[in-house]
């Protein structure tokens, strides 16, 4: 059953929410709100849209930058993919 919940409400949600990541092995990397209230997948659509793992935890994630390893850059068509 899905939670009857908007866009709109979700991002108010993250707006008043504080997230607090400890050592990031539950935090989610794209999908949790840890750049001051929003999540990468929406602060960077268009590089979370190029990423192959998108459920990594933020402790995976920014361990050697693995995120950065992830990205399919065969599918980078122009640097406005990127911006």
Do not use: Y
């Amino acid at each position: 059953m899905e939670i009857p919940c908007t866009n709109t409400n979700r991002r108010l949600f993250n707006a008043v929410t504080k997230i607090t990541i400890e050592n990031g092995a539950k935090a989610l990397f794209w999908h949790s709100a840890w750049l001051d209230g929003i999540c990468p997948k929406d602060l960077a659509p268009t590089i979370f849209a190029l990423s192959r793992k998108k459920n990594r935890t933020f402790q995976q994630a920014v361990t050697r930058n693995v995120w950065v390893q992830d990205l399919n850059v065969l599918h980078i068509n122009s640097i406005l993919q990127i911006s």
